[in-house]
């Protein structure tokens, strides 16, 4: 029995058609559809989620619920709304023709952090800028003048002394702590390395607002026959006399009793790091100093921290950032009274007590003027580290 055989060429006609490419069938056409509907549902759900969003933010500012449902509300709301916001975004650019999709999503993803990035960061610092050069209320400008009225206030140039001096001292006297406490706790058995770490770690828990108040209790004077401050109970008990703390006619004083307290919080977080970096020192080169003669106290000094330098400096300019930007502690403990006052702090005191938005702005852009130089020269510094790796 015989076989029908197709003519040669047959089945690629009826497949392909005359012109050789494929036809336009039912698949190709439901793989369209399926593109516009994703693409269609991605605006829809975007736009609803941006909507939903803002919305929310304005009912929340508006008509704020208790405070016990702030927090869960904020975590479900803001969480939510996020994920479903890059839900949607990756739906609608999956759904691009061709090869946009590849092209767009890196640029799509990165979008909504630089959107928040511009709306909580540029704009603020383009507007506060502006303001620096217009009057109490930000209804005219006034050119220079409120610069130079900050400059010429007697207060403020003691202000800026007492940052000055913050900047001298607290940086330094924290890294030299970090320094020894990592040195020495290095020395101890593993036990009791950690236990002691984990102490003068401790205060890094507490926040600021928290460890000075603490501090107030340190330095508080008597109230009557009330002696609720631990250093004067230490004095009485020693047979001397109360001693005003804080309240001292020198305001260096003052200053440096206020410095204590941060030097405190961060001698902690220096400490972490440059134990770490310690750590990594090659133990090679210490015995080869060893062997060469060096005592204990030039191998530190000259093997080991030449060794960690970049970490001392990264802590360095961490702790200098922070402490151009010190107010809780000097609020907390003072108010600014008594010569202790900083320019964080008059700030606050200038916009929230005053009312002079244009002296406030003018003072945050003098803030803004001195921490650039060290930010610039922080991030050359990360990537001249990254580069040498």
Known sequence: MSTLQEPAGSTAVGTRGASGTPPSGPTHGGKETSRRTK???????????????????????????????QVPIGLIGGVGGAMLLFYFLNMLVESLPGDWSRRIMPYAFLLP??????????YPTIQTIVYSFANSDSTALVGLQNFRDVLSDPEMQTTLVNNLLWLALVPALTVLLGLAVAQLSDKLSPRWEKVS???????MAISFVGAATIWRFVYASPEGDNQIGLLNAIVTKLGFDDVAWLRFTDYNVNDMLLMV???????GFAMVLL?????SVPEETLEAARIDGASEWQAFWQVVVPQIMGTVITVFITVLILVLKVFDVVYVTTGGLYDTNVIGLRFFQEIFLNGE??????IVVILMIAILPVLVYQVR???????GR
């Open 275 to 279: 134990s770490a970096a310690i750590k």
């Open 39 to 69: 693409m269609l549902v991605g605006v829809i759900g975007l736009v609803v989620v941006i909507a939903a969003l803002s919305i929310g933010f304005q009912l929340m500012y508006l008509n704020p619920p208790p405070k016990l449902l």
């Open 261 to 267: 307290i941060l030097i405190w919080l961060q001698t």
């Open 357 to 362: 938005n244009g002296l406030a702005s003018a």
């Open 197 to 203: 770490k984990s102490i003068i770690f401790l205060p």
């Open 113 to 122: 952090a630089f959107g928040l990035i511009g709306l909580l960061l540029i």
């Open 381 to 387: 510094h990360f990537r001249a580290e990254e580069s």
